[in-house]
């Protein structure tokens, strides 16, 4: 492509098995099992053609793209009823790896670009409206789940963000109404997960690259109504995350980099909660960030690093009542770090690294109430 003034949209996906399930005003059970065997890929990728000469043509106003590849992929929702689930989810040692490429080194973007990878071997996630979800579900993956975003640039006046994203277990529940939620989760995993961004820019104002690599994450959210969870998570396999941007001339960088082994957060606006966990990393947890200019004004640089991290909460100003058992065992070595490189001026540099083997924090608010 050597010009182009128009948008510029590219959505991708590869999915292995597929199941979405839904009840309104009736109860359900569900019960599902799902095996993938067999590797899942989805590649995108944008070349720009023009001239060095001819650098401010455009190559997308706006451009954004979104690439995905799911192994296993469930979801459910449930409104004025109940839901009662049972889920199962095998991934053997296969590979999911979903890639976005933007090769356009004499190209511009105006008013905005933004491309975000995700690859995710095993995703079972739950909507609930004014009802009730009682949900037993095992994910367990020996797979690689990798997500890849590279992009080359000549110049952006605009805002970008490039973002990469890999889990391989991936559990969540959120409801927008008053319901109740009881979880019981176990999620093994023993393949490698990691997450890869980098962009490099002749000249950018303002340039974001985030990137995300998680073995096993739990995310559960309830409006109003009790939430109840008893989780187990294990991860055998390595966790890496890396962030690299680079601009001649800049204006605002941000190079942000996360890894974690295990993952729960859980939030309440209601006053019941109760929180059972176990979490357990053995596989190496390894982030790195980094930014490169010559010129320009400043640079956000963030890497963290965690072997296994909790976070719940409940409403204080409905009296909350909130009861946790939590456990965490990190064996394995957790690693951040960071590299900012300016060879000409700049403004300000901020950079944080940070590295921490076990987590947790469980809180109720409201109100200024703590």
């Known amino acids: 492509m050597v010009e182009n003034y128009d948008?510029?949209?590219?959505?991708?996906?590869?999915?292995?098995?597929?199941?979405?399930?839904?009840?309104?005003?009736?109860?359900?059970?569900?019960?599902?099992?799902q095996v993938l065997q067999g590797n899942v890929t989805a590649t995108a990728t944008v070349n720009g053609t023009a001239a060095p000469e001819d650098y401010r043509k455009s190559l997308g106003t706006p451009l954004y793209m979104t690439t995905q590849a799911v192994g296993n992929y469930g979801a459910g929702t449930t409104t004025?009823?109940?839901?009662?689930?049972?889920?199962?989810?095998?991934?053997?040692?296969?590979n999911v790896h979903a890639d976005t490429q933007v090769n356009s080194p004499n190209n511009s973007i105006y008013e905005s670009g933004e491309i975000n990878t995700v690859a995710v071997t095993?995703?079972?996630?739950?909507?609930?409206?004014?009802?009730?979800?009682?949900?037993?579900?095992?994910?367990?993956s020996d797979a690689e789940a990798r997500a890849r975003t590279g992009?080359?640039?000549?110049?952006?006046?605009?805002?970008?963000?490039?973002?990469?994203?890999?889990?391989?277990?991936?559990?969540?529940?959120?409801?927008?109404?008053?319901?109740?939620?009881?979880?019981?989760?176990?999620?093994?995993?023993?393949?490698?997960?990691?997450?890869?961004?980098?962009?490099?820019?002749?000249?950018?104002?303002?340039?974001?690259?985030?990137s995300d690599a998680a073995a096993n994450t739990?995310?559960?959210?309830?409006?109003?109504?009790?939430?109840?969870?008893d989780t187990r998570q294990a991860n055998g396999g390595q966790v890496q995350s890396m962030s690299v941007l680079s601009g001649y001339e800049y204006g605002e960088?941000?190079?942000?980099?996360?890894?974690?082994?295990?993952?729960?957060?859980?939030?309440?606006?209601?006053?019941?909660?109760?929180?059972?966990?176990?979490?357990?990393?053995?596989?190496?947890?390894?982030?790195?960030?980094?930014?490169e200019g010559h010129t320009g004004y400043d640079a956000y640089v963030t890497a963290e690093a965690t072997g296994n991290s909790a976070y719940a909460y409940a409403c204080a100003e409905c009296e909350a009542d909130m009861t946790v058992r939590n456990s965490q065992v990190n064996n394995?070595?957790?690693?951040?770090?960071?590299?900012?490189?300016?060879?000409?001026?700049?403004?300000?540099?901020?950079?944080?690294s940070r590295a921490i083997g076990n987590t947790a924090t469980y809180y109720v608010s409201g109100n200024g109430k703590n």
Do not use: C
């Open 7 to 33: 948008l510029l949209k590219v959505e991708t996906s590869g999915h292995g098995n597929a199941v979405t399930v839904g009840n309104e005003q009736v109860d359900a059970k569900l019960t599902s099992v």
């Open 122 to 140: 095993n995703h079972q996630a739950y909507q609930v409206t004014n009802g009730r979800l009682e949900s037993t579900a095992h994910q367990q």
């Open 151 to 210: 992009v080359v640039l000549h110049y952006s006046p605009s805002p970008n963000l490039y973002t990469a994203s890999a889990m391989n277990n991936y559990y969540a529940s959120n409801s927008t109404d008053r319901g109740s939620q009881e979880h019981t989760v176990t999620q093994d995993s023993s393949g490698r997960t990691e997450s890869y961004v980098s962009a490099n820019a002749g000249n950018a104002w303002h340039m974001a690259t985030q």
């Open 218 to 229: 739990v995310t559960l959210y309830n409006t109003g109504g009790s939430l109840v969870t």
């Open 332 to 352: 394995a070595n957790v690693t951040a770090s960071t590299t900012t490189n300016i060879t000409g001026s700049g403004r300000a540099i901020v950079s944080t």
């Open 253 to 291: 960088m941000h190079s942000t980099a996360t890894g974690v082994g295990n993952s729960l957060t859980a939030g309440n606006g209601d006053k019941y909660v109760n929180i059972n966990t176990e979490q357990f990393n053995d596989g190496p947890i390894d982030v790195q960030a980094s930014f």
């Open 80 to 94: 004025d009823g109940k839901l009662v689930a049972n889920t199962q989810q095998y991934v053997d040692a296969v």
